[in-house]
């Protein structure tokens, strides 16, 4: 009963600090209001049971992801009027797959309730979900898991080659000239008379 009700209180402020994330005015709190709801995710997943991947989802996305977003809202001049603009042309879509998304929630709740649902199994002592978690990812789901990392990797690469550009007016070193060079050609010794000799 007790997480049960943990649960919902997680979940409430899961869905109010992702309210909070797109009505905020201001990027970087809407940043850590998203911060919020990533703690909050990791907490229900520490209710079920899964450590490893609360552990990872706050090491991630917290710690790395948060922080570069955090990086580039400070650091960039962002327009805000214009970031805004689209907000009502975009929200008969965005309510409608937000209503879809509490439909099934509440389908989920209803089959819990009224016992359609099968009730969770016990688990035996000594279980490792983290060992679980690699066994699966690594024998069932192989292809898949090999497949996801090449599409991140492809991701990567692109979005270099899309956001590298050459500069016309940057000086760069070319190692094969630098290699040629010899001490004739860049030192020249000039004899001058000295003080003595006037």
Same mark, same amino acid.
């Given at each position: 009963m007790f997480e049960?009700?943990?649960?919902?209180?997680?979940?409430?402020?899961i869905l109010a600090s992702a309210l909070c994330v797109?009505?905020?005015?201001?990027?970087?709190?809407?940043?850590l209001y998203l911060v919020l709801a990533f703690?909050?995710?990791?907490?229900?997943?520490?209710?079920?049971?899964?450590e490893f991947l609360a552990i990872t989802l706050v090491l991630v996305y917290v710690g790395a992801v948060m922080v570069l977003f955090l990086f580039v809202v400070m650091m960039l001049d962002i327009n805000l009027e214009r970031l805004r603009e689209g907000f009502w042309q975009?929200?008969?879509?965005? =309510?409608? &797959?937000?209503? *879809?998304? /509490?439909?099934?929630? #509440?389908?989920? +709740?209803?089959? $819990?309730?009224?016992?359609?649902?099968?009730?969770?199994r016990a688990l035996p002592p000594g279980y490792s979900n983290t060992k679980e978690l690699g066994r699966l990812l690594y024998t069932d789901y192989v292809y898949?898991?090999?497949? =996801?990392? &090449?599409?991140? *990797?492809? /991701?990567?690469?692109? #979005?270099?080659? +899309?956001?590298? $550009?050459?500069?016309?007016?940057?000086?760069?070193?070319?190692?094969?000239?630098?290699?040629k060079a010899r001490r004739a050609d860049r030192v020249r010794l000039v004899s001058m008379p000295s003080e003595n000799d006037r």
């Open positions: 049960a009700l943990l649960f919902y209180v997680f979940g409430f402020v797109i009505t905020a005015r201001n990027p970087v709190y809407a940043a703690f909050t995710s990791s907490a229900i997943w520490l209710l079920l049971h899964a975009y929200l008969p879509l965005g =309510a409608t &797959v937000g209503f *879809l998304m /509490a439909a099934e929630m #509440a389908a989920m +709740l209803y089959g $819990r309730w009224s016992g359609l649902a099968t009730p969770p898949a898991f090999e497949l =996801a990392a &090449v599409v991140l *990797l492809v /991701a990567i690469i692109a #979005a270099i080659a +899309l956001t590298l $550009r050459r500069r016309k007016d940057s000086r760069s070193q070319d190692p094969s000239q630098q290699v």
